[in-house]
């Protein structure tokens, strides 16, 4: 194994039937376990963490109240008053990605959001919501964002294409984004990996030499950190954006 | 209800203001929309841009791919496609980039 150790960076997407024969039979894989244990864990921590009603939190009602507070401030801040409609639906996506994003950062667990299927379903859910609140308030009215008010007629032809296909590549920009940003990270994670064991393998200065790479791994575990929280930020933040683009229209 | 001796603290009236602004029952304060897409590092706007460009190529070729294969007129589509998708990439980047509209 030592020796003939080679980089296998993607085999960690690959996904297998969890839950034994059961999960099998109805293809219940680790990512959707992942999925299901995140989940519980965002429920148990605005449960538990409200459990107290202190007027002085605790540690962990601090954190369950910046939760709501912090998102419910983005979502006012981003969309305007109308925003605290979405609140419940900003939130959850928040903190879906980001459970799915630290989650995936301990030893032996699944990143969901490494796969673009699970990315790409939320972005489209995303964009068929924005498209659905902007013709539910402005109606007929919505298609106007497609040819801005002062453009020359004679354009018209060419700029409501390209409108159009930037409107249909807000989901893809979306879901790339944060796709790529986990396949990267646990692909890097992987190589340096491989790096010590190989390292190992030739002997003692070997050995010493693979420092280097769990040095760097260490820190490359401080940075995907942060990259978790930046991920699922942008990815609340830019719906936050494009809800406002439905609401006020213009 | 006794006064606070130093400014350390705000007083009622300033909370109530802030609380009252903040549930949308005053007029809200003017906030600069998406202020906070200019703070990050080149890197960060590097990427942005470069997924920006190719996720509109990609919507671009994809439905000039489909329409031409809907209706039969392989390849004209797909060039259009692959056009009016880099052109829609740079309308992106513009609109991420570009000088910022003053608030209406």
């Known amino acids: ?250 | 209800m006794t006064e606070t001796k130093g400014d350390r603290e705000p007083s009622f009236e300033d909370r109530l203001r802030v609380a009252r602004t903040k549930q949308g029952l005053d007029k809200p304060a003017p906030t600069s929309a998406s202020a906070d897409m200019g703070g990050r590092s080149a890197m960060g706007i590097g990427l942005r841009v470069g997924v920006e460009l190719v996720s509109a190529m990609i919507v671009g070729v994809g439905l000039g791919w489909f329409f031409d294969r809907w209706l039969h007129t392989t390849p004209f589509l797909l060039i259009l496609g692959v056009l009016l998708g880099g052109g829609a990439g740079v309308a992106n980047v513009w609109r991420l980039m570009g000088p910022k509209k003053p608030p209406a």
């Open chain 1, 1 to 250: 194994m030592a020796a003939e150790h080679t980089i296998d960076a993607l085999g960690q997407f690959r996904l297998f039937p969890a839950l034994g024969p059961l999960g099998a039979s109805v293809n219940f894989t680790q990512s959707n376990l992942m999925m299901l244990i995140s989940s519980a864990a965002i429920l148990w921590l605005l449960w538990a963490g409200m459990r107290p009603r202190a007027i002085v939190p605790g540690r962990l009602q601090a954190l369950a109240e910046m939760a709501y507070s912090g998102i419910s401030g983005m979502c006012t801040e981003q969309i305007g008053s109308e925003g605290k409609r979405f609140f419940p639906f900003i939130f959850t996506l928040f903190f879906f990605v980001l459970f799915g994003n630290l989650f995936g950062l301990l030893p032996f667990a699944f990143t969901y959001t490494s796969h673009i299927a699970i990315t790409f379903a939320l972005a489209l859910m995303v964009i068929v919501i924005v498209t659905f609140v902007a013709l539910r308030i402005h109606g007929l009215h919505f298609f106007s964002y497609f040819f801005p008010a002062g453009a020359p007629k004679l354009l018209a032809p060419l700029i409501i294409p390209v409108e159009i296909i930037s409107y249909l590549s807000r989901p893809v920009s979306l879901s790339i984004r944060l796709f790529a940003n986990m396949v990267a990270g646990h692909v890097m994670f992987e190589v340096f990996a491989s790096f010590i064991v190989m390292l190992a393998g030739i002997g003692t200065l070997g050995v010493i030499a693979a420092i280097g790479p769990l040095a760097l791994n260490v820190a490359l575990m401080g940075f995907e950190l942060l990259v978790a929280f930046l991920q699922a930020y942008v990815f609340a933040i830019l719906t936050c954006i494009y809800l406002h683009d439905a609401v006020h229209l213009h």
